[in-house]
């Protein structure tokens, strides 16, 4: 199997393409203060990610959402409901968690399949 890392630091990869299958790291926000601001840069974040990696948000199979605090989440809903393709919704979760800065309010991480796979 062809497996590819994009963003690769010591630590981790932004994004590893292994066949027909794309895994993105946990996304965490770059700007915003309120969560619709940190969801709608991470969104961003994640669609240049799948882009890079031959997808888009259409073929996205699963998400997982964290979010700092679940009071957040309508405000995340927002922002998530009028991103994701209608009819093409992923499976997902949204859980509860400390994240690893306290700034941060919100982290998504994908998995999705390349475009050339049947959909």
């Known amino acids: 199997m062809d497996i ?13 393409c292994a066949g027909d299958l794309i895994f993105l790291s946990g996304m965490v926000p770059e700007n915003g203060q309120t ?7 991470v969104l961003s974040q994640i669609d240049r990610w799948l ?7 259409a073929h996205i199979i699963e998400a997982a959402v ?4 679940m009071g957040d989440y309508g405000e995340m809903n927002e922002i998530w409901d009028g ?4 009819g093409r919704t992923p499976a997902r979760i949204c ?8 700034e941060w309010r919100v982290e998504i991480k994908v998995t999705a399949a390349r475009k050339t796979t049947a959909a």
């Open 35 to 41: 969560v619709a601001e940190q969801t709608a840069d």
């Open 66 to 69: 964290y979010l700092r605090d």
């Open 51 to 57: 882009e890079e990696c031959g997808s888009d948000r």
């Open 4 to 16: 590819r890392y994009f963003g690769t630091t010591p630590r981790y990869s932004e994004a590893v």
């Open 95 to 102: 859980v509860e968690a400390r994240l690893a800065r306290p």
């Open 83 to 86: 991103w994701v393709v209608s």
